[in-house]
């Protein structure tokens, strides 16, 4: 197993250098399933970086309680920084994900319910495909079985701007990444085959950007009578804006 990526010395500009490349619009994909989890009690985030989506789900839910799982210490501050007051119902775990281990669900023990929310939002392209597949293998014993897990993801998409575009954008960006932080994976996963072997199903798929990025619900329950959905693109933000 190669070691965990160093995203320490990032922390504090990390934002920034999402503004600075891709605008809104990674935000936007974080966000496209938010007014959706008002119901959700545990959740469990993994990689949230400097916890943006952490903050706001917090500000949508009162009453959710989250696990936060970071390799860096340093993101891991920023998250619970930028949870403000509302940081006490956060319990963060430094932690490479690969090697961290749920705690057993307990029905005596509030904060160690069956999680019914996972969040990973730019996070599964650190790891190869057999490792997505084992995390949720791994996190299938500690979900409710009516669990939500909300994805959001670069993509190659098909055609010419998954070739000329997409496909070298994310050459440079692994490249990048790589010589940052020490990131050793230097392609995509198919996590979409990794989740669905673990017995998740997809229900909703939203694509952004011409296909580059893609915002995705699955259900640790089966498909409600029919496969799952089309991808549904979203060129503007409206939608989304509604949803938050």
Request: proline fraction near 7%; aromatic fraction near 10%.
């Amino acid at each position: 197993m190669k070691p965990a990526p160093d995203f320490d010395r990032l922390a504090h500009l990390y934002r920034w250098m999402e503004l600075v490349t891709f605008g809104p619009w990674l935000g936007w994909a974080r966000c496209a399933f938010l007014g959706r989890l008002c119901a959700c009690r545990r959740a469990l985030v993994l990689g949230d970086g400097d916890g943006r989506f952490t903050a706001r789900m917090l500000e949508a839910n009162s009453v959710v309680r989250i696990d936060a799982v970071d390799a860096s210490r340093a993101m891991l501050a920023s998250l619970a920084r930028r949870a403000g007051p509302q940081a006490a119902r956060v319990r963060t775990h430094c932690a490479d994900v690969r090697l961290w281990q749920p705690p057993a669900p307990h029905a005596d023990f509030a904060e160690n319910l069956p999680y019914d929310l996972i969040a990973t939002h730019f996070f599964l392209d650190c790891l190869t495909t057999q490792e997505v597949q084992s995390l949720a293998e791994k996190l299938r014993g500690s979900v409710s079985p009516s669990a939500a897990w909300v994805v959001s993801e670069f993509a190659v998409p098909p055609g010419w701007f998954g070739r000329l575009v997409a496909s070298p954008l994310i050459f440079a960006l692994y490249r990048a990444f790589g010589w940052l932080t020490g990131l050793a994976v230097r392609s995509l996963p198919d996590h979409a085959a990794a989740l669905g072997q673990a017995g998740f199903t997809l229900q909703e798929r939203r694509a952004w950007l011409a296909g580059l990025l893609v915002s995705e619900r699955w259900s640790a329950g089966p498909a409600p009578g029919a496969a799952s959905p089309t991808a549904k693109e979203i060129e503007s933000p409206i939608e989304m804006l509604q949803s938050c």
